[in-house]
C-alpha cells in the first residue's frame, strides 16, 4: 500500500514508539517569539534542563511590536516588557534573534519561507497556531502549547498521537476575481470550523497546482480555522524555484541533491486517507464573513443565512447581534469603515502587489481608513523598491512596519468598537482585533477594491481577467 505525503513525513521523523500509541517525533525547526516562549525559558531555567540544539530555534518579535517608529523605544509597558523579555533570553540562552530593527525581522511564519529556513520533508513547530503555513512546503508544521515549547527546547522532540489524515482535492480553474485566500474560506464555509478536528490535510488538485508559493501558504495557514492540526501540499518546481537562491536554502551541488530528495514527497498512488473531500474551482466566488468565526462566510453575491437555515439559529443569532447583521441580510453595499490588509495569511510581497496593482491611479474612499502592514522587513524593503509603497501612499493607504497589527489587536493597531473592518487576517472572533470591533475576512483583492468604494462589492465587476492569483 502505498504512503499519503504526511506519512512520508512523519514516518521520518519518529524517534520512538511509546505504549498506548503515542509516539516520539522528532523537530528539524523550531520558531518563537516574544509572546509564548517566557514561560518556556523560565521552565528551563528551573529544571536545569539547558537547551538541546539551540541551532535550530529561529526566534523574532512579532505578535506584540508597534508597526510604526520601531526605531523608538516601546511605548506600550505589556509591549516592552515582553520583547524586553526575548531578547535577555535570547541573549542568556545564546540564541539569534531577528529583533526590531533586524533586517529579518518579522512575522514568524513569514521570514521562515522567504528566508530558505523552510523546507520540504520537514518537521517544524512554533507557539502559534497558524504554524500550518510552512506545509505549502511539503512540511508538517503545527503549532504548539508552551509547554510543548519548553519539551522542544529540552529535548528537540515532542510526545504526540498521530493525526487521522485527509485530502481535500480542488480542480479546475479559477475565476477572475478569485484568489486562495477565496479557495479556504470556501472550504471552510463547507466543512465548518470542526470539519477537520483530528486531522492533517493534505490539498490537491489542478487548481492548488496552479498557485503560486505565497498562494499556498494562504491555504495551508487557515488550516487550523477548519479544526485542523495542520495542512499541506506536496512539493513541485513551484516550490523548488521560490526555495532557490535565498539565504539560507542548500547551494550548487547540496540543492540538486535535496531537490533529487524533495521530489519524492508526495501521496502515493494507492495511498488510503482517513477523508477526502473534492471541490469545484469554479464553483468558488470571492468570499466575506458575516459571523464570528471563519466558518461563517458566504460568497460575496449571497445572503447571509436565515435562521431556518441555520444549522444552529442561536448561534447564528448572537453572532449577528454582535456583527450588527440581519439574518438573511445581503451584503452588497454595506458601508465599511476600515480596510487591514496584513498577518501571517496575506502580508507578503505577492500580496501587496495585488492591492498596488489595482489601487494605482486610484484613491481610497474618503470614510476608510485602510491599513497595510508587511509580513517583514524584507517584505518592506522589496515594497519601497518596487515602488509599491509610492502607490499604495499616493492611493491613500497606510504602510506601515512589519508585525502582526491589527489581525490580532496586541498592540495599538486596533479596530474601534462597533466599526466594521475588512480584513485579510486569518480570525473574526469577538473583539479579535479589538473590543467590539467587527471583522470581515476577505482576500488581499478584495479588500483593495472595497477600499476604494468604500463599501462591500462584487470583486469582478472591477478587474480584468488578469488580475487574479
Not at 509591549?79 to 540564541?95: G, M
Not at 519539551?151 to 485527509?166: G, I
Not at 501587496?352 to 494605482?360: E, G, S
Request: hydrophobic share 35%; proline share 4%; net charge negative.
Amino acid at each position: 500500500m502505498g504512503k499519503t505525503l504526511f506519512e512520508k513525513v512523519w514516518d521520518r521523523h519518529i524517534v520512538d514508539k511509546v505504549e498506548g500509541g503515542q509516539e516520539i517525533l522528532y523537530i528539524d525547526r523550531h520558531f518563537i517569539h516574544e509572546v509564548t516562549s517566557p514561560q518556556a525559558f523560565d521552565g528551563i531555567r528551573k529544571r536545569g534542563t539547558g537547551i538541546f540544539r539551540k541551532d535550530k530555534i529561529v526566534a523574532t518579535a512579532d505578535h506584540n511590536v508597534p508597526t510604526k517608529d520601531q526605531h523608538l523605544p516601546i511605548k506600550d509597558v505589556l509591549s516592552k516588557f515582553q520583547v524586553d523579555t526575548l531578547i535577555r533570553n535570547c541573549e542568556e540562552f545564546d540564541i539569534e534573534l531577528y529583533g526590531l530593527g533586524h533586517k529579518y525581522q518579522g512575522i514568524v511564519h513569514v521570514i521562515g519561507p522567504e528566508l530558505g529556513i523552510t523546507k520540504p520533508g520537514m518537521t517544524i513547530v512554533c507557539g502559534d497556531s497558524h504554524t500550518s503555513t510552512h506545509g505549502a512546503f511539503g512540511t508538517i508544521a503545527f503549532g504548539i502549547g508552551t509547554s510543548q515549547v519548553e519539551q522542544v527546547m529540552a529535548t528537540q522532540c515532542l510526545l504526540l498521537q498521530r493525526p487521522k489524515t485527509m485530502r481535500i482535492t480542488i480542480d479546475g480553474e479559477l475565476s477572475k476575481g478569485v484568489y486562495s485566500k477565496d479557495i479556504i474560506l470556501h472550504i471552510i464555509s463547507k466543512l465548518t470550523t470542526a470539519g477537520g478536528t483530528g486531522y492533517f490535510v493534505e490539498y490537491a488538485g489542478s487548481a492548488i497546482r496552479s498557485l503560486s508559493m505565497e498562494a499556498r501558504m494562504t491555504i495551508c495557514n487557515m488550516s487550523i480555522e477548519m479544526g485542523a492540526r495542520g495542512g499541506m501540499i506536496a512539493p513541485d518546481e513551484t516550490t523548488f524555484e521560490y526555495i532557490k537562491g535565498r539565504e539560507f536554502a542548500p547551494e550548487g551541488a547540496d540543492f540538486d541533491k535535496a531537490v533529487e530528495f524533495w521530489r519524492t514527497l508526495y501521496s502515493d498512488n494507492g495511498a488510503v486517507f482517513d477523508a477526502e473531500y473534492h471541490f469545484d474551482a469554479q464553483d468558488i466566488e470571492p468570499m466575506i464573513t458575516y459571523g464570528t468565526n471563519p466558518g461563517m462566510g458566504v460568497g460575496i453575491t449571497q445572503s447571509i443565512p436565515t435562521l431556518q437555515e441555520a444549522e444552529s439559529p442561536v448561534n447564528l443569532k448572537k453572532s449577528l447581534d454582535y456583527m450588527g447583521l440581519e439574518p438573511g441580510e445581503a451584503l452588497i453595499g454595506k458601508k465599511i469603515d476600515h480596510v487591514f490588509i496584513g498577518s501571517c495569511t496575506n502580508s507578503r510581497i505577492e500580496d501587496l502587489r495585488i492591492v498596488a496593482d489595482y489601487v494605482k491611479g486610484k484613491k481610497k474612499a474618503a470614510h476608510i481608513e485602510a491599513m497595510i502592514v508587511p509580513g517583514s522587513k524584507q517584505v518592506e524593503l522589496q515594497a519601497r523598491e518596487e515602488g509599491i509603497h509610492a502607490i499604495l501612499e499616493e492611493a491613500g493607504f497606510e504602510l506601515r512596519e512589519p508585525g502582526c497589527s491589527a489581525c490580532l489587536g496586541m498592540n495599538e493597531d486596533k479596530i474601534p468598537k462597533g466599526e466594521y473592518c475588512v480584513s485579510t487576517s486569518n480570525r473574526n472572533f469577538e473583539g479579535r482585533q479589538g473590543p467590539g470591533a467587527r471583522t470581515m475576512l476577505v482576500s488581499p483583492l478584495t479588500a483593495a477594491v472595497i477600499a476604494v468604494e468604500g463599501k462591500i462589492v462584487d470583486v469582478r465587476n472591477y478587474v480584468n481577467e488578469g488580475v487574479m492569483v
